[in-house]
């Protein structure tokens, strides 16, 4: 598959989901219930964005978008 240009603001919100998912999986994780908040409004956000109506093939894009947002938060970490 061709690399896709994601909208900066989805890439952002997709960061931020794997961010909050990654802090409620982590033992002990303090105020679940704000983080399980936190990740149903991104959860709605990521699903409902505008830029899915322009693509083609939404699973492939979306995986796609998941797994260059980890990319690039391992580089970062690195």
């Known amino acids: 598959m061709d690399a896709i240009d994601f909208p900066d603001d989805l890439v952002q919100t997709q960061a931020a989901?794997?961010?909050?998912?990654?802090?409620l999986a982590a033992p002990r994780?303090?105020?679940?219930?704000?983080l399980r908040r936190r990740l149903?409004?991104?959860?709605?956000?990521?699903?409902?964005?505008?830029?899915w109506k322009t693509t083609p093939?939404?699973?492939a894009?979306?995986?796609?978008l998941r797994q260059l947002v980890r990319a690039?938060?391992?580089?970062?970490a690195a």
């Open 17 to 23: 989901w794997n961010a909050t998912y990654d802090a």
């Open 29 to 34: 994780p303090r105020d679940t219930t704000a």
């Open 40 to 51: 149903l409004r991104l959860s709605v956000r990521l699903w409902w964005h505008p830029y």
């Open 57 to 59: 093939s939404v699973p």
């Open 61 to 64: 894009a979306r995986t796609e």
């Open 72 to 76: 690039r938060g391992a580089v970062r």
